[in-house]
């Protein structure tokens, strides 16, 4: 079950990935921008599966991304969130897309956005505060904020 929630308030972030070679050009550090895409942590993209389900790649099927996953497991959220892009159809993975800066508010908004009650298909969010009607898995936000920093092009999250 996917998740829009839009996120109050403006995050400074990074951009991490080669959106699109044209709309690099035109991206530069002090932009407002907008982007919705599935919230990934960090941690998860580099392991390449999700923590809590290895059998899932983790930029092939961020939509099984459990809440759980992303906001109860400490390592998961003390290592940061990314915004994915669309799925490049050429290797089915989610692009990299946005290093979102202040993970509190990633935090605070997707335990509120993510159910609390038992699920039969994830781990229960034990820190979530939705009810049986809000998703347990799938985090997908609209984040709006100012380009910090463009990366500097090396591989993995934090260098691009």
């Known amino acids: 079950m996917n998740s829009y929630f839009h996120v109050h308030g403006y995050f400074m972030f990074l951009l991490v990935a080669y959106l699109h070679i044209t709309a690099i050009a035109a991206i530069e550090v002090g932009d407002n921008v907008c982007m919705t895409g599935y919230i990934m942590d960090i941690f998860c993209?580099?392991?390449?599966?999700?923590?809590?389900?290895?059998?899932?790649?983790?930029?092939?099927?961020?939509?099984?991304?459990?809440?759980?996953?992303?906001?109860?497991?400490?390592?998961?959220?003390?290592?940061?969130?990314?915004?994915?892009?669309?799925?490049?159809?050429?290797?089915?993975?989610?692009?990299?897309?946005?290093?979102?800066?202040?993970?509190?508010?990633?935090?605070?908004?997707g335990r509120a956005a993510g159910s609390g009650e038992k699920s039969?298909?994830?781990?229960?969010?034990?820190?979530?505060?939705?009810?049986?009607s809000k998703p347990v898995s799938g985090y997908k936000a609209t984040v709006k904020g100012t380009v910090k920093d463009l990366g500097d092009g090396s591989s993995g999250v934090l260098g691009q």
């Open 45 to 109: 993209i580099d392991l390449g599966v999700l923590l809590d389900n290895r059998q899932i790649t983790t930029l092939e099927e961020p939509e099984n991304h459990s809440f759980h996953c992303l906001f109860d497991e400490s390592v998961c959220y003390n290592s940061g969130y990314v915004v994915l892009g669309e799925k490049d159809p050429k290797t089915s993975l989610h692009c990299l897309g946005l290093r979102l800066e202040e993970s509190n508010v990633v935090i605070d908004t």
């Open 120 to 132: 039969t298909t994830h781990i229960t969010c034990r820190t979530c505060t939705g009810d049986a």
